[in-house]
């Protein structure tokens, strides 16, 4: 038995924009201005937009990430959906069919998207090479342990698995917070 460690990076609020999307928000012809790289070529972008739910309330200064994709989808915590008043409905990035939709509001124009509203599932980042070190394929469910006066276990993590990912954690704010963890905190998983 091992124990294998991989590090956490916290997912704050943030979408995906499609390129019509994208030239609606922030006008014809408009392109995204990297600004931080991410891993497997994303890209936090200058861009912001203000995601408005119902009752008129609004997130403002919602990130843009890149590249484009060919669906927008916004990502957001549950205490983030409890506040514009839209259902949370947990999905693997990408799995957007039948979740709410919300409004975007950009400097040039406004959408209301029919769907695409999601709080991302905790999910592991890793190569094939980390993959293969800890016995583990595309797509699989496992359990991590979180140490700390707060810690404790993780169950249902996908994993992910690419040539372009660096191995690290993705968990939104409200797991964060829950367990006290920091970014680049470093979590456990055995292998037996």
């Known amino acids: 038995m091992k124990t294998l460690q991989i590090p956490v990076g916290i997912s704050a609020r943030h979408l995906h924009l499609c390129q019509e999307h994208l030239e609606v928000l922030f006008g014809e012809g408009a392109q995204l201005h990297p600004i931080k790289t991410l891993m497997g070529g994303q890209y936090a972008a200058d861009e912001r937009v203000t995601v408005v739910g119902n ?10 990430l890149g590249p484009l994709r060919g669906a927008t989808q916004v990502e957001i915590s549950k205490t983030d959906a409890m506040f514009l008043k839209v259902e949370g409905v947990l999905r693997d990035s990408g799995d957007i069919e039948g979740t709410p939709g919300v409004t975007l509001i950009g400097p040039k124009g406004e959408v209301t998207l029919e769907t695409g509203c999601i709080v991302a599932k905790r999910h592991i980042h ?3 090479e980390d993959a293969k070190n ?3 394929e595309d797509k699989a469910r496992i ?4 140490e700390g006066e707060r810690g404790g276990m ?6 992910r698995v690419d040539p372009t990912f660096t191995l690290e ?3 939104d704010t409200d797991e964060a917070n829950a367990f006290e963890v920091k970014s680049n905190q470093v979590i456990n ?3 037996e």
Do not use: C, D, Q, W
């Not at 359990?143 to 979180?146: A, D, K, Q």
């Not at 993780?154 to 994993?159: A, E, I, P, Y």
């Open 189 to 191: 998983y055995t292998v």
């Open 169 to 171: 954690m993705h968990i």
């Open 126 to 128: 890793m190569s094939p």
């Open 134 to 136: 800890f016995g583990l």
């Open 154 to 159: 993780m169950h249902n993590v996908l994993v």
């Open 55 to 64: 009752a008129g309330r609004k997130l403002e200064n919602v990130r843009v």
């Open 143 to 146: 359990s991590v342990e979180l």
